[in-house]
């Protein structure tokens, strides 16, 4: 089945340490997006790609940068983990974004947890 | 500044009622919506949308109504059932962001 796939589901790393979560879709899609939630908060886009134009948020801390090396395939890398990055992150994509038709294909998550 | 507000984080309602889930927005350039449903240890699946050049749109059992003036829309669920039992997310977008802002979310839960 075409689908949009996160590695690992569950992620521990120690204050500071980078860590790399990993995004991959069968779905051929234009657009990839990288999302963080916390507890019983609104999922809050980080960065989006659209092709291989990569696109940040204008709150989204230096911490966090992302990778897309082709089209199935995009990376969130946490330079240096704080406790307050412990969240889940959600990757989606969609092929017609920003028309009126668009809908958004997620991921299951990786729940981080920062010691 | 939270630009997209669901008030309700938890809904119960019984088997064979009506759910009516509620959103509202700030930003009157937002002309889509979205509504999303997650269970747990799942992402978000997309449910309905709407375009701002409508009033309502209906999928089944669910139906998404858009009030402009009031920059509000709701989801209605008809009939509910267990398996609706779930986090209902909605979404705003403005064409040709690519962005899309969601609510914090409102747990539904169905009782039979």
């Known amino acids: 089945d075409a689908m949009v796939i996160q590695n690992p589901r569950y992620q521990v790393t120690q204050f500071g340490k980078p860590v790399t979560l990993s995004c991959s879709q069968t779905?051929?899609?234009?657009?990839m997006y990288w999302y963080q939630q916390k507890s019983s908060q609104a999922p809050k886009l980080l960065f989006h790609?659209?092709?291989?134009?990569?696109?940040n948020e204008a709150d989204t801390p230096d911490n966090f940068q992302s990778r897309r090396p082709n089209t199935s395939f995009c990376f969130l890398d946490i330079r240096s983990p704080g406790l307050g990055d412990a969240a889940m992150y959600l990757c989606a994509t969609s092929t017609l974004a920003g028309t009126s038709t668009d809908t958004q294909y997620f991921g299951p998550g990786t729940r981080l947890t920062v010691l | 500044d939270q630009q997209v507000k669901q008030n309700s984080p938890s809904l119960s309602v019984q088997e064979g009622r009506i759910s009516i889930l509620n959103c509202d927005y700030t930003n009157s350039m937002f002309d889509y919506f979205l509504w999303y449903k997650k269970y747990p240890a799942e992402g978000p699946t997309f449910l309905i949308s709407i375009s701002s050049i409508k009033d309502k749109n209906e999928d089944g059992r669910f139906t998404v109504f858009l009030n402009k003036s009031a920059k509000h829309l709701s989801l209605h669920i008809v009939p509910s059932q267990p398996g609706d039992s779930a986090v209902y997310f909605c979404?705003?977008?403005?064409?040709?962001?690519?962005?899309?802002?969601f609510g914090t979310g409102t747990r539904l839960k169905v009782l039979a």
């Open positions: 779905l051929n899609h234009n657009v």
């Open positions: 790609y659209y092709d291989k134009d990569f696109n």
């Open positions: 979404a705003a977008s403005v064409s040709g962001t690519y962005k899309y802002i």
